[in-house]
């Protein structure tokens, strides 16, 4: 059993770590292309400049990003998962907590 519970937290672990990789890109490519249309509104037209500037407000509002180092903090290490399963303040279907199972969405920041 210790064997197997230590492949499994491994391999949550691993899991959920590539998700969180995979989110942060996802964040990471959404805020470049914002970036590109924030420069690229610039030589628009002044009226057609707000209008887009206040679309670009609220794509920036609805989508977000992921700070990488706060993806990292939350993520749990094999050795964390398995101490908590120990200490009592987990059980089987909460040995991922977390990403892979939420599939890691973008969190809307405040402007």
């Given at each position: 059993m210790e064997v197997a519970g230590r492949a499994e937290a491994r391999?949550?672990?691993r899991a959920d770590l590539l998700a969180a990789i995979d989110a942060w890109g996802q964040a990471r490519r959404v805020q470049d292309w914002l970036s590109l249309v924030e420069?690229?509104?610039?030589d628009l037209p002044l009226a057609d400049r707000e209008q887009v500037l206040?679309?670009?407000r609220d794509a920036k509002?609805?989508?977000g990003g992921e700070?990488?180092?706060v993806l990292l903090k939350q993520w749990k290490a094999p050795d964390e998962r398995l101490r908590r399963r120990?200490?009592?303040r987990g059980c089987r279907a909460d040995l991922v907590p977390g990403f892979a199972d939420a599939r890691l969405r973008l969190v809307?920041?405040?402007l």
């Open positions: 391999q949550a672990a420069k690229q509104v610039q206040g679309r670009l509002s609805l989508v700070d990488a180092l120990a200490d009592g809307p920041r405040k």
